[in-house]
């Protein structure tokens, strides 16, 4: 449920228009939207937030994983893409509200990444533990 409140939250917040993200981490210089920059506390307040509780949700969830039927080198990759997608999207959010606005498309790239993943790894965890045994 906590997947389905952010990107509702995502949905709500930027409509998953990267225009809107760059506005809503940038700011805006247009004086008909009063858009201000995302300070640089609270970026790092949600990061703290997320940097503690996501990698430990993945890590747990890589744990059940592992007890799938998956061969062992598919559990490899998706459990490295699942942190990896995770990084990158943390990586993303700074470097475009500090080095440049090209790199809303990294964040992009990270949730292709992370949520097809995320959703495989919860489904067949949930299918190898409760239907199979």
């Known amino acids: 449920s906590g997947y389905i409140i952010a990107i509702l939250q995502g949905l709500e917040h930027t ?3 990267t225009d809107k993200v760059v506005k809503e981490y940038r700011g805006s210089d247009n004086t008909d939207e009063l858009a201000f920059p995302k300070p640089y506390r609270e970026i790092l307040q949600n990061t ?8 430990l949700v993945y890590f ?3 744990l ?12 490899s990759i998706l459990i490295a893409l699942l942190f990896l997608g ?19 498309n990294l964040s992009v790239v990270s949730h292709v990444i992370s949520a097809p993943v995320y959703i495989f790894m919860c489904v067949r965890s949930l299918w190898d533990t409760c239907v199979r045994r």
């Open 15 to 17: 409509s998953f228009n």
């Open 64 to 75: 059940l994983f592992l007890g799938t039927q998956v061969s062992q080198k598919a559990k």
């Open 60 to 62: 747990l969830l890589s």
């Open 48 to 55: 703290h937030a997320h940097a503690l509780s996501i990698p």
């Open 86 to 104: 995770f990084f990158l999207e943390y990586l993303s959010l700074w470097s475009l509200r500090y080095i440049h606005t090209g790199f809303v």
